[in-house]
């Protein structure tokens, strides 16, 4: 079943929503047809199945079930950030095994890498997270946060964190 990324919100039995480009253009590269039926998710803890019509070239979906789920236990992952390609691959693969949040630290050395992510990357990154919520079905992408010096991300207080 192919799957499809909705905006955030509550979502109800009926409901259309017409998909943003990017998503329609999902569509016709799998070829999804007048009628298909789909599974949508939103990344904050809403999806369902639905099908699609085409309408005047826009896709449309119909809602036909919603399911939501409560928000996961908090799992934050704070990683350096050197090479934003790499960091991009590793924010995919924190959202397909569940993480809730994904900080980019800047280290000594990431410092000074000329590709390291910056605040303008965030935006991207998260895009990112929500594209692997495709893929690996779950309801809820981590938030991406802006990077965050190594110090003052130790220094933060955090109750009940374990390291």
């Known amino acids: ?4 990324l909705v905006a955030p919100g509550e979502r109800a039995v009926g409901e259309r929503i017409e998909l943003e ?8 590269v799998r070829r999804g047809e007048h009628g298909v039926r789909v599974r949508f998710r939103s990344g904050t803890g809403v999806g369902g199945t639905g099908t699609v019509d085409l309408d005047d070239r826009r896709h449309v979906l119909t809602v036909e079930l919603v399911e939501a789920a409560a928000p996961p236990p908090s799992l934050v992952l704070a990683v350096g ?20 949040d994904v900080v980019p630290l800047e280290t000594g050395r990431s410092v000074n890498a000329a590709t390291r992510v910056r605040d303008v990357h965030v ?3 998260a895009r990112r997270a ?7 079905g779950a309801l809820w992408a981590p938030r991406v946060l802006p990077p965050v010096p190594f110090a003052s991300f130790v220094d933060a207080p955090r109750p009940g964190a374990r390291w």
């Not at 079943?1 to 499809?4: A, L």
């Not at 480009?21 to 016709?28: L, N, R, T, V």
């Not at 929500?130 to 690996?136: F, L």
């Open 1 to 4: 079943m192919i799957t499809v």
């Open 81 to 100: 950030a050197g090479d934003r390609d790499r960091f991009s691959w590793l924010v995919e693969k924190a959202a397909e095994l569940g993480v809730t």
């Open 123 to 125: 935006e991207k990154l």
């Open 21 to 28: 480009a990017e998503e329609a253009h999902h569509m016709k």
């Open 130 to 136: 929500r594209e692997a919520v495709k893929q690996s």
